[in-house]
């Protein structure tokens, strides 16, 4: 592995970690770091590439973004995560925004069955969303009645923990 490719998986980690952290302890995402990050990946993308690697982030970014837009648009994604995911585009670029997103998914998958199992996530929105999919004779109203406030920490997972494993695992793919 080059010496550049080890201080980009550095930098990456380091920028990953803080965010994740940051999101497991408050539930938030700064957008210092996040569009900072954007914006970093892409300005190194233009200097490292030119104009076309820059382009070539930028669709990747896009890609990621409208990737977490319909889940934001339904209240099951936060602003953050966007961000942080259109970020992450734009650092692994096009040959591996697929590979991204597809760590992603799976690394949420597992992140959330985890949480539910040692009792960190309420499983509570899942089972409504469920009902509410697969069951006609459900009532709705009631229930959503008695469901956790969406503000409490135990109603949201972290997204930033998914997002952080996908970048490294597409970046360290080859």
């Known amino acids: 592995m080059s010496v550049e490719r080890c201080l980009l998986l550095a930098t990456v980690a380091v920028w990953a970690a ?39 982030g930028f669709a990747a970014a896009a890609v990621c973004g409208a990737f977490l837009l319909p889940p934001f648009l339904m209240r099951g994604a936060g602003g953050g995560d966007v961000k942080m995911l259109f970020a992450a585009g734009a650092i692994v670029g096009w040959d591996r925004v697929f590979r991204l997103l597809w760590a992603t998914s799976l690394a949420g998958v597992v992140f959330g069955i985890v949480l539910l199992a040692v009792g960190a996530l309420d499983g509570a929105r899942l089972v409504y969303g469920l009902r509410c999919l697969f069951d006609w004779r459900f009532d709705r109203k009631a229930a959503a009645a008695a469901l956790p406030p969406k503000d409490d920490a135990r109603a949201r997972i972290p997204f930033s923990v998914p997002i952080a494993v996908g970048v490294l695992v597409a970046l360290l793919g080859k």
């Open 18 to 56: 803080v965010l994740s952290w940051e999101d497991c302890r408050t539930r938030r995402l700064p957008n210092l770091w996040t569009v900072g990050g954007a914006a970093v990946a892409l300005v190194f993308r233009l200097g490292y590439g030119g104009l076309p690697c820059l382009l070539d």
